[in-house]
């Protein structure tokens, strides 16, 4: 009897009461978890590594993971190439601007989607949609001349009024997350709200904006990101901005430019280039761990609402 106790026992850890709290389960859950990890960490891993190598720890095959030294000079030489503090205060101000400019308008429009009836909205919807399907090398032989006509070329309004307008980076995608939302709230809590003789304005401010912040979160920080990391667009319509990772695509010629042919440090190597990519992330990386409580809570209330 005892026996047959341990056995049950045994099989019910092993495969658990429905399987999925089970320790096979549980081994290959997290099996596949470590794997994917591993696969997105990796990048990371290998920069940060090789970017506190020294030059005899890169040029030796027997040291991978574990340099011998920790070489601090290649960090020193990269902040002084990308000019680090002037350039994080220039980029930060620039994806401020149009982050918050894509966030408002997308919140706009898609409240005018989700609440407001009029004429061919299937049709603005489907091409709003589409606007994230056309690549923007195919947008841009039209928006170029314009900008050119408008003088807007080599000025920050070259990014910031597309984002106002809802054609930014991916906007469709922070549209149609706003508009998902704001069809899940009742409609009868705007209802109510116009009786009590409150403004379209009125309801859309204190009403269903406050019920949006979720969505705000995850659309300012996914714009972040995008804007923080794009290059084409800012080096085609904005070449006066100098971000950092447009500053890092010149990183070479920049170094050689600081370090001339004939001084000590003039040879560049892979340590000090890592060094300059992990400076250009790092504030993105800052961002995420600082905000990365609300950002996945936001996650699952915007998931849980929209469905």
């Given at each position: 009897m005892k026996l047959?106790?341990?056995?049950?026992?045994?099989?019910?850890?092993i495969?658990?009461?429905?399987?999925?709290?089970g320790?096979i389960?549980?081994i290959?859950?997290?099996?596949?978890?470590?794997?994917?990890?591993?696969?997105?960490?990796?990048?990371?891993?290998?920069m940060g590594?090789?970017s506190?190598m020294?030059v005899?720890?890169?040029?030796?095959q027997?040291?991978?993971?574990?340099?011998t030294?920790?070489?601090?000079?290649?960090?020193?030489?990269?902040i002084?190439?990308?000019?680090?503090?002037?350039?994080?205060?220039?980029?930060t101000?620039?994806?401020?601007?149009?982050?918050i400019?894509?966030?408002?308008?997308?919140?706009?429009?898609g409240?005018?989607?989700?609440?407001?009836e009029?004429?061919?909205?299937?049709?603005?919807?489907?091409?709003?949609?589409?606007?994230?399907?056309?690549?923007?090398?195919?947008?841009?032989?039209?928006?170029?001349?314009?900008?050119?006509?408008l003088?807007?070329?080599?000025?920050?309004?070259?990014?910031?009024?597309p984002?106002?307008?809802?054609?930014?980076?991916?906007?469709?995608?922070?549209?149609?997350?706003f508009?998902q939302?704001?069809?899940s709230?009742?409609?009868?809590l705007?209802?109510?709200a116009?009786?009590?003789?409150?403004?379209?304005f009125?309801?859309?401010?204190?009403?269903?904006?406050?019920?949006?912040v979720?969505?705000?979160?995850i659309?300012?920080?996914?714009?972040?990101?995008?804007?923080?990391?794009?290059?084409?667009m800012?080096?085609?319509?904005?070449r006066?901005?100098?971000?950092?990772p447009?500053?890092l695509?010149?990183f070479?010629?920049?170094?050689?430019?600081?370090?001339?042919?004939?001084?000590?440090?003039s040879?560049?190597n892979e340590?000090?280039?890592?060094?300059g990519?992990?400076?250009?992330?790092?504030?993105l990386?800052?961002?995420?761990f600082?905000?990365?409580?609300?950002?996945?809570?936001?996650?699952?209330?915007?998931?849980?609402?929209?469905?």
């Amino acid at each position: 009897m005892k026996l047959k106790l341990n056995k049950t026992k045994i099989k019910r850890l092993i495969y658990g009461m429905n399987f999925t709290d089970g320790l096979i389960y549980k081994i290959f859950l997290y099996l596949l978890l470590i794997t994917f990890s591993y696969i997105y960490l990796y990048p990371l891993l290998y920069m940060g590594v090789t970017s506190i190598m020294g030059v005899d720890d890169l040029i030796n095959q027997g040291v991978n993971w574990v340099p011998t030294s920790f070489e601090t000079t290649n960090f020193r030489r990269a902040i002084e190439v990308l000019n680090l503090g002037s350039a994080i205060f220039s980029t930060t101000g620039y994806v401020l601007q149009v982050s918050i400019a894509a966030t408002v308008s997308s919140a706009l429009i898609g409240y005018g989607f989700a609440r407001y009836e009029f004429p061919l909205k299937k049709t603005f919807f489907v091409l709003m949609l589409t606007t994230f399907i056309l690549p923007p090398q195919l947008l841009m032989v039209a928006q170029a001349p314009l900008f050119n006509q408008l003088g807007l070329i080599n000025t920050i309004w070259s990014m910031v009024l597309p984002a106002l307008f809802g054609q930014g980076i991916n906007q469709a995608i922070f549209i149609l997350i706003f508009y998902q939302f704001f069809r899940s709230i009742p409609s009868v809590l705007n209802e109510s709200a116009e009786i009590d003789g409150a403004s379209q304005f009125k309801v859309f401010y204190k009403i269903n904006l406050p019920l949006a912040v979720p969505s705000i979160v995850i659309v300012f920080l996914f714009a972040f990101v995008w804007y923080w990391n794009d290059t084409f667009m800012v080096s085609l319509y904005a070449r006066s901005i100098d971000t950092l990772p447009i500053m890092l695509q010149r990183f070479r010629s920049s170094y050689e430019t600081l370090y001339p042919s004939g001084s000590d440090a003039s040879t560049i190597n892979e340590g000090i280039i890592m060094a300059g990519n992990v400076l250009t992330i790092l504030p993105l990386l800052v961002l995420y761990f600082v905000g990365q409580r609300q950002f996945t809570q936001s996650i699952d209330k915007t998931g849980i609402t929209g469905e």
